[in-house]
């Protein structure tokens, strides 16, 4: 029989926290899972760590791989799914955690959800010594594809877990998105397909901001989901007789993203890159009037 979960990591050059992930998952209260970790071309001690880690815990239902050459964020995930049996995937990115208790709620909402083939919960978020709560909404299940293309990204990976045949009939994540859009452009597919999804409302694992994410790298992140979103709304034109309010939709939500990159550019004090995004953002949109209150903020230095 399979196991109700495989769970998948994908580690890269991870040797400073990936034990704190393994253990999180050795120490879930649900045991009925298989463990596929993927050591994606590291050149530190990360694949000696996980195979001691491997060797020391036998009695786990662990599948190691060792890849020599990196396969990228979705290549390794793909690599995970690919040789996964469980009946749902989950996802732990190397450097977040669980709480113990997470596969054993998420196995409570399958039974009584049965029907939903994605499910999410709620993550602390730790940046240095600083935690807050990050709180995922409900999507709309009458439309999540529109709900996800028009409301933006409310799921994480290391939260989400969602029943194989779904992400396998969208073929994973796609290899050619390299800019940390891969995820969302994932959920959008397999919306985009009919699923259901369920949103917990609690915390059951980490998610670990590591350093500086306000930088150009950010304005790079920002343009390919811009372009991935762009893709979308080219297939949502093609499908659906409301062009003109899909048109304004699209107008409006690209310029969001560029306001949303603009601000976070001027809290970090990078107030000439914030002008540059916040102009590209009107290009988009000049009746985005949040991007004319981002600019005068950003002038007045607030």
Avoid at 134 to 158: H, M, V, W
Avoid at 197 to 225: C, Q, Y
Wanted: hydrophobic share 40%; with cysteine.
């Amino acid at each position: 029989m399979p196991h109700l979960f495989s769970v998948v990591t994908s580690a890269y050059n991870a040797q400073a926290f990936i034990l704190r992930a393994l253990e999180s998952v050795k120490n879930q209260t649900e045991k009925d899972y298989e463990y596929i970790i993927i050591d994606n071309g590291s050149e530190d001690d990360t694949f000696a760590i996980i195979k001691r880690f491997a060797e020391q815990n036998s009695q786990m239902d662990i599948k190691l791989y060792h890849f020599k050459e990196n396969l990228g964020i979705s290549g390794g995930r793909n690599a995970g799914i690919e040789r996964s049996k469980g009946k749902y995937i989950c996802f732990l990115d190397a450097d977040d955690y669980w709480y113990e208790n997470k596969l054993e709620e998420i196995k409570g909402a399958i039974q009584k959800n049965p029907d939903y083939s994605v499910f999410c919960h709620w993550e602390d978020h730790i940046r240095g010594d600083r935690t807050t709560l990050g709180k995922y909404r409900q999507i709309n299940n009458s439309a999540p594809y529109e709900d996800l293309l028009f409301n933006g990204n409310c799921l994480s990976t290391s939260a989400i877990v969602i029943k194989e045949e779904c992400i396998k009939a969208v073929k994973g994540f796609d290899l050619s998105l390299q800019a940390g859009e891969e995820d969302f452009d994932c959920w959008l597919r397999i919306a985009r397909n009919g699923a259901k999804f369920f949103m917990i409302e609690k915390p059951l694992g980490v998610w670990l901001i590591r350093g500086n994410s306000i930088s150009a790298k950010h304005i790079i992140h920002t343009d390919a989901v811009v372009a991935m979103l762009d893709t979308h709304f080219d297939y949502l034109l093609e499908t659906s007789p409301e062009k003109a309010e899909i048109m304004k939709k699209r107008k409006q939500i690209l310029a969001r993203n560029y306001c949303g990159c603009a601000r976070m550019l001027s809290l970090d004090k990078e107030r000439k890159l914030a002008k540059k995004v916040y102009v590209k953002s009107l290009k988009y949109d000049k009746a985005y009037w949040k991007s004319y209150v981002g600019l005068l903020l950003n002038l007045l230095h607030l």
